[in-house]
C-alpha cells in the first residue's frame, strides 16, 4: 500500500496530543463507521488499532508540538473496509513494521517489556504504510471486513 491509496468517504480531526483525546478518537471511529454501516467486528478492531497507534504517538513522540491528525474512509472500490491514517508533524521517523517482534511463545518471565500493542495492530489490520518525510509522519492502516463480519451482518 502506498501513500496515493484512492480514499472516498473522508472525514477529518485533527486531535491534542494527550490522553485525555481518546474519547474523541473512539468517537470519531464509531460515527464514522457508523455512517458507512461497517459491521461491529470491525468497528472493534477499528478502536483496539486507532488506540493503540494515538497512544504510541503520545507517549513516543515527546517532541510532537503539533495536534495529530487522523482521516478515516473507505479505500476506493472496497466500500465494507476502512482506512485509519494518523500523520504526526514534526517527529522524528519510526516505521511501526520495524518494531522488534514478540515472541509470544516465550515465557512471561523472558520477556521483554513493551511491543506488544504493536504485534496486535500488524496482526488486526490487513495493511500498514509509514512514510516520514520533512519531519512528518504518516501512519495508513486498512481494515476489511473478514468473512465471519459479513456472516454476523446477514444475522
Known amino acids: 500500500m502506498s501513500m496515493d491509496l484512492e480514499l472516498t468517504d473522508t472525514v477529518q480531526l485533527a486531535l491534542p496530543r494527550e490522553m485525555e483525546s481518546l474519547e474523541g478518537l473512539f468517537s470519531f471511529v464509531r460515527t464514522h463507521c457508523a455512517r458507512l454501516a461497517l459491521d461491529s467486528s470491525l468497528v472493534r478492531r477499528a478502536e483496539l488499532v486507532a488506540e493503540e497507534l494515538f497512544t504510541n ?11 495529530i491528525e487522523v482521516i478515516a474512509g473507505t479505500r476506493a472500490g472496497s466500500p465494507q473496509s ?3 491514517r494518523f500523520v504526526d508533524r514534526g517527529v522524528h521517523a519510526f516505521d511501526p ?13 523472558q520477556r521483554q517489556p513493551g511491543g506488544l500493542g504493536l504485534h496486535l495492530v500488524l496482526h488486526m489490520v490487513d495493511s500498514l504504510d509509514y512514510h516520514h518525510e520533512a519531519g512528518d509522519s504518516t501512519t495508513t492502516v486498512v481494515l476489511l471486513a473478514r468473512r465471519k463480519d459479513a456472516e454476523d451482518r446477514r444475522t
Open 57 to 67: 504517538l503520545v507517549k513516543y513522540n515527546p517532541e510532537g508540538k503539533h495536534p
Open 82 to 84: 476502512l482506512v485509519l
Open 97 to 109: 513494521r520495524s518494531a522488534p517482534r514478540v515472541d509470544t511463545r516465550a515465557p512471561l518471565e
